[in-house]
C-alpha cells in the first residue's frame, strides 16, 4: 500500500512540474525535479502516458500534458467547485466595500462569471450573474485578466476578429486595446465605466495561480465611484487570498 500511495504522489507531483515556463520534461529531468532513479521517472511518465495525462513526443524523447488533463479541467471549472471555493472571499468583500463583488474565469474570447455575490445597492441586472459571458475586449473583469497574457497569445483573442462595440465607451481599436493592456499590467488593476454595460463601473484584478493567471475579481456598481488606496488594497487582498487557496501552498 505505501509503495502505492507514493507512485500516486510522484504522478500528482509530475503534473504539477509542468508550467506556463516549463512545458515539457523528459526522464532524467524529471529524475532530477522528483529526486528519484531514473527508471522510476520512466515508469512514472509511462503511466501517466497511458492514462493520456501526458503525451509522449518521440522526435525528442520529452512529455507534454496531454488530453486528459484539459478534461479535468474543463470538469473543475464547469462544477460548482471553483465557484464555491470563491464565494466565501467574495461575501467578505462585498460586505467590506458595499460593491458587487464577481470572480470570472477565461472561456475562449470571453470571461465567465462562476461566482458573484451583492453589494448594498442589490444586483447589477434582474437576473443571476452564474455563468454570463464578459467579452475580452471590453469591461475591467475582462481586461484584467487578458492583460496578463502574452501580447501574442492575448491577439488570438483580441484583434484578429470583429469587436461589437457594446456603448459608445466600447474600444475596437486593436492598437488603443493594446496600449490599455500594457498599462493595466503595468498597474496590476483595471478601471472601467461604462464600457460593456451603460453606466455600469468596475474595479477589477486577476488572480494568480502560481505563475500563472487563473481569472480575475471585479468590484462593481450601477454607478461610477471613487478608487482610492483602500479600495484597490481590499480588491489585491481578495485576489491574493483567492491565488493562495488555489495554490498547492494556499
Not at 500516486?8 to 532530477?32: K, N, P, Q, Y
Amino acid at each position: 500500500m505505501a509503495d502505492q500511495l507514493s507512485s500516486v504522489t510522484r504522478a500528482l507531483e509530475t503534473l504539477r512540474l509542468f508550467t506556463g515556463e516549463r512545458h515539457s520534461m523528459g526522464v532524467t529531468e524529471l529524475a532530477d525535479l522528483l529526486g528519484c532513479s531514473t527508471s522510476t521517472a520512466q515508469r512514472t511518465l509511462a503511466t501517466l502516458t497511458e492514462q493520456h495525462f501526458l503525451r509522449r513526443d518521440d522526435e525528442t524523447r520529452t512529455y507534454r500534458l496531454g488530453p486528459a488533463v484539459l478534461h479535468l479541467s474543463r470538469a473543475w471549472r464547469s462544477t460548482a467547485s471553483l465557484g464555491s471555493m470563491a464565494t466565501p472571499m467574495l461575501e467578505s468583500l462585498a460586505e467590506a466595500t458595499g460593491l458587487n463583488a464577481t470572480f470570472a474565469v477565461p472561456d475562449h474570447a470571453h470571461m465567465r462569471v462562476v461566482a458573484s455575490i451583492d453589494g448594498a445597492e442589490g444586483p447589477l441586472r434582474g437576473y443571476p450573474m452564474a455563468s454570463e459571458l464578459f467579452p475580452a475586449h471590453a469591461g475591467a473583469i475582462s481586461k484584467a485578466y487578458y492583460a496578463q497574457l502574452p501580447h501574442a497569445l492575448r491577439a488570438r483573442f483580441i484583434g484578429d476578429r470583429p469587436m461589437a462595440r457594446f456603448t459608445a465607451e466600447t474600444k475596437t481599436d486593436p492598437r488603443q486595446l493594446e496600449e490599455e493592456f500594457l498599462d493595466i499590467r503595468a498597474r496590476g488593476w483595471c478601471y472601467s465605466q461604462g464600457e460593456y454595460d451603460t453606466n455600469v463601473a468596475a474595479l477589477a484584478a486577476p488572480v494568480w495561480m502560481g505563475k500563472e493567471p487563473l481569472g480575475a475579481i471585479a468590484l462593481s456598481s450601477r454607478s461610477p465611484f471613487e478608487v482610492d488606496d483602500h479600495l484597490v488594497e481590499a480588491l489585491l487582498t481578495a485576489t491574493t487570498a483567492l491565488g493562495r487557496l488555489l495554490t498547492r501552498d494556499g
